[in-house]
């Protein structure tokens, strides 16, 4: 089985405030963490609606009938609740970012440490794939994408690189297309394809549409009192969940008066925390 520590989840349940007979959406079950931690806290009775946008998530391990699995994905959240009965529920969680199972599999796509296929979507039964934008796209558009969802400054050259190198088979052919201009790793910093990665992960999978999306859904599936709980890896998402929570579609307040990060010794247990960021939103 996957081993996988969840990140903030103490910090997460805190905000949750789950009880027993108490019912819950995780919508971005991944490897099952939180949703184990719900269950746990609302036994012996309680229930959680897990959402999934990858299909072998949902597969990972049986939770017994208290758990209800739905292949969607998370900007879906209203209309699952709906057929599922998790209307008035009484919390609805995110952790939006990629899952480590995704990024440890080579045949996605989605890491330049792993050489595979050009692919990263999370959900694949969907079409467009990172090769066909890499491979199809204008030098502006891609340098667009890289700007704009990956907030790199060398958008311009990278994407020039990018078409030279055409036509781009692997993850280590991008890789070698980024690394002709920005270099190798340096100590210290970033790898020079991490933001290049992201960008077109968050493009291909639409990521910051369905997080808006979700969000104005969660906070109509919630009961009045009940929580949205979101965990976030980079300043894009963060913005949007900073801004929705403090303007929201329904009457309710923002209860984490900061964000909230990883301790020191959470992010030294789990590295993946370094970057989470947790905001909660409660409904009036």
Known sequence: MYTHTPVLLEEAMQFLEPRPGGRFIDATLGAGGHTRELLRRTAPDGKVLAIDQDEPALALESFGSRVIFVHSNFKEVGSA?????????????????????????????????????????????????????????????????????????????????????????????????IERVSGG????????????????RIYVNDELKSLETFLDSS????????????????????RIVKNKFRAPSVPGRVITKKVVTGSDEEVRRNPRARSAKLRAWKKS
Do not use: W
């Not at 340098?143 to 280590?172: F, H, M, N, Q, W």
């Not at 906070?219 to 963060?238: C, P, W």
């Open 219 to 238: 906070m109509n599936v919630v009961r009045s009192g009940g929580y949205v709980v979101v965990i976030t890896f980079h300043s894009l998402e963060d």
């Open 81 to 177: 609740a709906a057929e599922h009965g998790f209307m008035e529920c009484d919390g609805v969680l995110a952790d939006i970012g990629v899952s480590s199972m995704m990024v440890d599999d080579a045949s996605r796509g989605f890491s330049f440490m792993r050489d595979g296929p050009l692919d990263m979507r999370m959900d694949r039964r969907q079409p467009l794939t990172a090769g066909d934008v890499l491979n199809t796209y204008s030098e502006k558009e891609i340098a667009d994408i890289l700007y704009t969802y990956g907030e790199e400054r060398r958008s311009r050259p990278l994407a020039r690189s990018i078409v030279r190198a055409r036509p781009l088979k692997s993850t280590a052919d991008l890789a070698r297309a």
């Open 185 to 200: 790793k340096r100590f210290g910093q970033i790898h020079p394809a991490t933001r290049t990665f992201q960008a077109l």
